[in-house]
């Protein structure tokens, strides 16, 4: 089968194309000419299956097969044999018609074009590699044994642009070289590099990774790839050794810290979440009666513990390990995250009295005063959403100092006495007039709305 292809492809470069359809003629083993060659497309498709003496057996009793001829004996050629015809679709193979041979031999189809053929001699330079590969088609790699070929099949994954080209080489490249000298390749050619390292990370391949970024001297990288290895440790206190372990890392200065409050806070909620178990338990303290806990507090996000932590342990002194104040002097967590965090958790235990006091501040002479690192005004969206009463919704929204996001907060959430002595102040008789028509007739803000029209 090798030898006829190959002796097939050489003939290609001779044949012409389309210049003696007429030289042809479809004739029996009798000579006779036909009009239908069914049976020698029959006899092609069954072929395979039949044996030999049935193959002869059924020329004996006259089944007529057919073979292209010339009408001239001197007008004979292997091209006329060989090409196929629009007005012939089809016709028996030039092994067929040599009877005299034992065994049937198949012949490729000859209709393609050129560059069909090169897919049997597997002949292809790596710039056509890649372009077969950018065209989905499949490709086999094995042929580009040395390391010369394989550098240029990669560089030219690259020129192409396709990271899926570039990715299938590397693989390649990962599975038949040594990683030294993978290594030592890859650090002059970025683009490649970049594109394993992240290969390497999707496919978790850790070792191979660290050695990748050991070789090329990037010690935070290599670091921070270990300390991903946590995120696989799922019991508690053997992730925590981990952590102390990852401590002392070549991370840079800012990584380093953040290594520290990771270790420290799970240290930190294991010891919440041993005292609180038992607490809940036990049945001991009212809190954890009335509002039970939904979720452990093991491995949760540093806000997700203060939030915890001023939710059930609002009130404990700083010395403890739960108080709110001592995480957030422990990891330096800023006033405005500090507040909007215990005002959610106060706001939904509706502890009023706790959400005042945390907006209370003396001066040095003694007098109190109300201040929002985040603003009054959203102060009041996140009690509101909260279920506040009007009354305490009233009490802040007066202290937003935007008259026009005053007005607009009160009249949403039907504050009646701030928009009407927001109008008052702005000595507006005719916005007062209107908004009378909004308040119920015969009520206290009517009559109030009244007492100011008649000043």
């Not at 020329?59 to 090409?83: H, M, T």
């Not at 030592?184 to 594109?195: D, F, T």
């Not at 040095?364 to 603003?375: E, N, Q």
Request: net charge neutral.
């Amino acid at each position: 089968l090798k030898e006829s292809k190959r002796a097939v492809n050489s003939l290609r470069d001779i044949v012409d194309d389309d210049d003696d359809d007429d030289d042809l003629e479809r004739v029996s083993w009798s000579g006779e000419p036909v009009g239908s060659i069914s049976w020698s497309i029959k006899e092609t498709a069954s072929s395979s299956s039949s044996s030999l003496e049935g193959r002869d057996s059924s020329l004996q009793k006259g089944s007529s097969s057919y073979a292209a001829f010339p009408k001239q004996v001197s007008s004979y050629s292997l091209s006329s044999l060989f090409k196929g015809r629009n007005k012939l679709p089809s016709f028996q193979s030039f092994s067929d018609a040599l009877s005299d041979m034992g065994v049937k031999n198949y012949a490729p189809e000859l209709r393609r074009p050129k560059a069909e053929y090169k897919d049997y001699s597997s002949d292809w330079s790596p710039k056509d590699t890649v372009r077969r590969m950018q065209r989905g088609k499949v490709c086999s790699l094995e042929r580009f044994r040395s390391l010369q070929d394989k550098l240029v099949l990669l560089d030219e994954a690259v020129a192409g642009h396709d990271g899926n080209v570039i990715t299938a080489v590397l693989i390649f490249l990962k599975r038949t070289l040594r990683r030294e000298i993978l290594f030592r390749e890859l650090e002059v050619r970025q683009v490649a590099l970049c594109h394993l390292i992240h290969f390497l990370k999707e496919t978790g391949e850790q070792k191979l990774l660290l050695d990748l970024l050991r070789f090329l001297d990037r010690t935070e990288e290599v670091a921070l790839s270990q300390y991903r290895e946590h995120l696989n440790i799922q019991d508690v206190e053997k992730r925590r050794e981990f952590l102390k372990g990852c401590i002392g890392l070549p991370f840079s200065a800012e990584d380093t810290s953040h290594i520290q409050d990771h270790y420290t806070l799970l240290e930190r909620q294991i010891i919440i979440e041993a005292h609180d178990r038992h607490l809940e338990a036990a049945g001991q303290s009212e809190i954890f009666r009335k509002y039970p806990r939904k979720a452990s507090i093991l491995n949760m996000p540093l806000v997700t513990t203060l939030f915890y932590s001023c939710f059930y342990h609002y009130t404990e002194a700083e010395g403890t390990f739960s108080s709110p104040t001592n995480l957030k002097k422990t990891f330096k967590i800023p006033d405005k995250q500090y507040v909007l965090t215990a005002l959610a958790a106060r706001a939904k235990l509706r502890a009023w009295d706790d959400v005042d006091a945390l907006f209370t501040t003396k001066n040095w002479l003694g007098y109190t005063k109300k201040k929002a690192p985040i603003g009054f005004h959203r102060v009041v969206e996140i009690l509101q959403r909260n279920n506040a009463p009007v009354q305490v919704l009233q009490e802040y929204v007066r202290l937003v100092e935007d008259v026009e996001i005053r007005l607009n907060l009160a009249t949403k959430y039907k504050c009646h006495d701030v928009v009407i002595e927001t109008y008052r102040d702005l000595k507006d008789r005719i916005q007062l007039t209107a908004y009378k028509c909004k308040v119920e007739r015969g009520s206290a803000e009517e009559e109030k709305i009244n007492s100011i029209l008649n000043n």
